[in-house]
């Protein structure tokens, strides 16, 4: 049984979706297995986009079964506008092909606001949370206290203990965080109860369903959400996002065992970028940076906001091919380098005169150190008409082998445009091949 789990191994942003949607074309099952609507992915077929937080990207793949899994948490409202709207481009998300699991947590109202207020009360030290509750409401699962889908089924039983928690939360509302902000029971409880009439329908046991699919050999895609570098462990503490974003966390997001991993596919970009606050050491303040973001349109998919634009480092993704076990990469976004003369890739970093052989733990140090760069020539040709290895310039090739060189782990795929097609296998490829149809005519294995 192959499974493949995809996860980003930057600070998000990668194209993980347009991944995960092209490596469907075989996969019976995807699984989105932590994070929430503070995920964006975008996906291009034909020229025509389609956005998703919630919804696992396979949803495009009419044959394959999609499942958010217990590690999500899950705005009713969002879930219900994005199935929506998927609908009404004539996309099949009825619960037969669409399940959230029993213990998924629900994202409240009470969470969006304490996530606002806080923010709004750190002021200019704001960590660039999205506002969208997912930190809060991460916080009442680890204190036991949060709404799972499956306490919809005993709506007075839930109805009792809600109205205690937002009693609770509007007093820390008002005296601690010192918000204007209240929330009204009634209309929290209006929306459970208008949730409760359709997301019933959709739940289902995650962990079963994952197991039952590996049992008969059902090819299956983990997708992961935000990256590596922000996640709430490993990532650049405090800046960070409220979930595992490790290829460890499909384990306990979807209830299976380490066994159910076959191979872990690091998504990064050819450069690096990140949005909102936090360190960013490799990020260029000049021409070239603007000149990446837009030719990369490099602006958030959820927020809208402007993303940070910087060289390649390979330091940070070191980290990131460690902390996941990365068995391959997939690089994206290669087009984007064209015409941006020379390129760097950053391979050392030094702290206070002294060379440093990781991320340091501490944001305040990861701001000072300063990396070393090698530099690489570029390329001029458009890259989005290629099809294979060799069609590649060979500057752009030798990039990419010196980033595997430096990494340690093979570039299995190379995308060079977001539409779905404009994807390229290296020889080095196989295991991933197996995801993608055998007739697909833009599959290559020409390594030269």
Same mark, same amino acid.
């Given at each position: 049984?192959?499974?493949?789990?995809?996860?980003?191994?930057?600070?998000?942003?990668?194209?993980?979706?347009?991944?995960?949607?092209?490596?469907?074309?075989?996969?019976?099952?995807?699984? %989105?297995?932590?994070?929430?609507?503070?995920?964006?992915?975008?996906?291009?077929?034909?020229?025509?986009?389609?956005?998703?937080?919630?919804?696992?990207?396979?949803?495009?793949?009419?044959?394959?079964?999609?499942?958010?899994?217990?590690?999500?948490?899950?705005?009713?409202?969002?879930?219900?506008?994005?199935?929506?709207?998927?609908?009404?481009?004539?996309?099949?998300?009825?619960?037969?092909?669409?399940?959230?699991?029993?213990?998924?947590?629900?994202?409240?109202?009470?969470?969006?606001?304490?996530?606002?207020?806080?923010? #709004?009360?750190?002021?200019?030290?704001?960590?660039?949370?999205?506002?969208?509750?997912?930190?809060?409401?991460?916080?009442?699962?680890?204190?036991?206290?949060?709404?799972?889908?499956?306490?919809?089924?005993?709506?007075?039983?839930? /109805?009792?203990?809600?109205?205690?928690?937002?009693?609770?939360?509007?007093?820390?509302?008002?005296?601690?965080?010192?918000?204007?902000?209240?929330v009204s029971f009634q209309e929290l409880w209006a929306t459970i109860e208008e949730a409760a009439k359709t997301l019933l329908s959709y739940m289902g046991n995650g962990s079963v369903i994952v197991e039952q699919a590996r049992t008969v050999g059902k090819r299956i895609v983990f997708e992961g959400a935000q990256g590596t570098l922000l996640d709430q462990m490993h990532g650049t503490l405090p800046f960070v996002t409220s979930s595992n974003t490790i290829a460890g966390a499909v384990?306990?997001?979807?209830?299976?065992?380490?066994?159910?991993?076959?191979?872990?596919?690091?998504?990064?970009?050819?450069?690096?970028?990140?949005?909102?606050?936090?360190? =960013?050491?490799?990020?260029?303040?000049?021409?070239?940076?603007?000149?990446?973001?837009?030719?990369?349109?490099?602006?958030?998919?959820?927020?809208?906001?402007?993303?940070?634009?910087?060289? =390649?480092?390979?330091?940070?993704? /070191?980290?990131?091919?460690?902390?996941?076990?990365?068995?391959?990469?997939?690089?994206?976004?290669?087009?984007?380098?064209?015409?941006?003369?020379?390129?760097?890739?950053?391979?050392?970093?030094?702290?206070?005169?002294?060379?440093?052989?990781?991320?340091?733990?501490?944001?305040? #140090?990861?701001? %000072?150190?300063?990396?070393?760069?090698?530099?690489?020539?570029?390329?001029?040709?458009?890259?989005?008409?290629?099809?294979?290895?060799?069609?590649?310039?060979?500057?752009?090739?030798?990039?990419?082998?010196?980033?595997?060189?430096?990494?340690?782990?093979?570039?299995?795929?190379?995308?060079?445009?977001?539409?779905?097609?404009?994807?390229?296998?290296?020889?080095?490829?196989? =295991?991933?091949?197996? =995801?993608?149809?055998?007739?697909? #005519?833009?599959?290559?294995?020409?390594?030269?």
């Amino acid at each position: 049984m192959p499974s493949l789990v995809v996860i980003g191994a930057q600070w998000g942003d990668e194209g993980k979706g347009k991944l995960v949607d092209y490596l469907t074309s075989k996969a019976e099952l995807v699984v %989105r297995f932590q994070g929430g609507s503070n995920a964006g992915h975008t996906l291009v077929v034909d020229g025509v986009k389609t956005k998703l937080s919630l919804v696992p990207s396979g949803i495009l793949r009419k044959d394959t079964t999609c499942l958010i899994a217990a590690g999500v948490v899950l705005n009713p409202q969002t879930f219900m506008k994005e199935v929506h709207d998927l609908q009404q481009v004539g996309i099949d998300c009825s619960p037969a092909r669409l399940i959230i699991d029993r213990d998924a947590q629900l994202v409240l109202q009470t969470h969006i606001a304490i996530d606002v207020a806080r923010e #709004e009360a750190k002021g200019k030290d704001k960590i660039g949370t999205t506002g969208r509750g997912i930190g809060p409401c991460y916080e009442d699962r680890a204190a036991r206290t949060g709404v799972r889908l499956a306490d919809l089924h005993d709506l007075p039983a839930l /109805k009792t203990r809600l109205a205690k928690d937002v009693e609770q939360k509007n007093l820390y509302l008002k005296h601690v965080l010192s918000s204007q902000s209240q929330v009204s029971f009634q209309e929290l409880w209006a929306t459970i109860e208008e949730a409760a009439k359709t997301l019933l329908s959709y739940m289902g046991n995650g962990s079963v369903i994952v197991e039952q699919a590996r049992t008969v050999g059902k090819r299956i895609v983990f997708e992961g959400a935000q990256g590596t570098l922000l996640d709430q462990m490993h990532g650049t503490l405090p800046f960070v996002t409220s979930s595992n974003t490790i290829a460890g966390a499909v384990t306990t997001g979807c209830g299976v065992g380490a066994k159910a991993i076959d191979h872990v596919l690091a998504v990064t970009k050819a450069y690096a970028t990140r949005v909102g606050s936090g360190p =960013f050491p490799t990020e260029l303040h000049d021409a070239t940076g603007d000149k990446i973001r837009e030719a990369g349109a490099e602006f958030g998919t959820v927020t809208g906001r402007a993303r940070r634009c910087g060289w =390649f480092d390979a330091v940070a993704m /070191k980290r990131a091919v460690r902390l996941n076990g990365a068995d391959s990469l997939a690089i994206t976004k290669l087009d984007v380098l064209t015409g941006m003369g020379k390129l760097k890739i950053a391979i050392k970093y030094t702290l206070d005169g002294k060379e440093i052989d990781d991320v340091p733990a501490l944001a305040s #140090e990861v701001d %000072r150190v300063v990396p070393e760069y090698i530099e690489l020539d570029g390329w001029d040709e458009d890259l989005t008409g290629a099809t294979k290895w060799h069609h590649l310039p060979a500057s752009a090739r030798l990039y990419l082998t010196t980033i595997a060189d430096i990494l340690g782990c093979p570039v299995s795929i190379v995308s060079v445009s977001p539409e779905r097609d404009s994807t390229i296998f290296s020889g080095t490829a196989q =295991f991933v091949k197996n =995801f993608v149809d055998k007739n697909d #005519e833009l599959t290559s294995v020409d390594d030269n």
